[in-house]
T-cell receptor
Framework: NAGVTQTPKFQVLKTGQSMTLQCAQD?????MSWYRQDPGMGLRLIHY???????DQGEVPNGYNVSRSTTEDFPLRLLSAAPSQTSVYFC?????????????FGPGTRLLVL | KNQVEQSPQSLIILEGKNCTLQ??????????LRWYKQDTGRGPVSLTI?????NTKSNGRYTATLDADTKQSSLHITASQLSDSASYIC????????????FGTGTKLQVIP
């Protein structure tokens, strides 16, 4: 099993550009989520999905869109990049939403917006 | 607002020594408390999990404790190794699940020879 994979590993954008961060998992997990990690702050939830076709907003959803057309894939779209979106982005998946289920994280995408 | 505070922010210890990392939280009620290890440039990996009714949980050289009355948890690392150098993150999950999770800011541990 590859687990949770993310592409790209690193990306530089100019303000106003758009891009999609890819996330895929091969564990048949229903729950997937996107976090951002900023210096001096804990990971913050951007969007999440409890299954194909179902998505919802987390703590910091502004400026991001998601969709979940398959169980395996959960892409994160930046509509018009801003310097405040410079961060490290992590995708995670788990069998369910309960804290008793282990979340598995991808290796992260480091994004720099100039 | 739910908070999870960790101390110290950073720590340097000699290889072979023990150390204890602290976590204070305000999340209430909660269903699970987890400690994660995050190596530089990698995603977090779960080390231990406790329910609100458990007091201690071990995973090899890692032992987590929980005092639900004082809302404190600690992670004790025994006989540290160079590979223990990483950030350690305390995570509190409420009954609503990961949709309402709160992550701590982490303690960065460096183990030196």
């Amino acid at each position: 099993n590859a687990g949770v994979t993310q592409t790209p590993k690193f990306q530089v954008l100019k303000t106003g550009q758009s891009m999609t961060l890819q996330c895929a998992q091969d564990m048949n997990h229903e729950y997937m989520s996107w976090y951002r990690q900023d210096p001096g702050m804990g990971l913050r939830l951007i969007h999440y999905s409890v299954g194909a076709g179902i998505t919802d907003q987390g703590e910091v959803p502004n400026g991001y869109n998601v969709s979940r057309s398959t169980t395996e894939d959960f892409p994160l779209r930046l509509l018009s990049a801003a310097p405040s979106q410079t961060s490290v982005y992590f995708c995670a998946s788990s069998r369910g939403t309960s804290g008793g289920e282990t979340q598995y994280f991808g290796p992260g995408t480091r994004l720099l917006v100039l | 607002k739910n908070q999870v505070e960790q101390s110290p922010q950073s720590l340097i210890i000699l290889e072979g020594k023990n150390c204890t990392l602290q976590c204070n939280y305000t999340v209430s009620p909660f269903s699970n408390l987890r400690w994660y290890k995050q190596d530089t440039g990698r995603g977090p990996v779960s080390l231990t999990i406790m329910t609100f009714s458990e007091n201690t949980k071990s995973n090899g050289r890692y032992t987590a404790t929980l005092d639900a009355d004082t809302k404190q948890s600690s992670l004790h690392i025994t006989a540290s190794q160079l590979s223990d150098s990483a950030s350690y993150i305390c995570v509190v999950i409420p009954p609503a699940g990961y949709q309402k999770v709160t992550f701590g800011t982490g303690t960065k541990l460096q183990v030196i020879p």
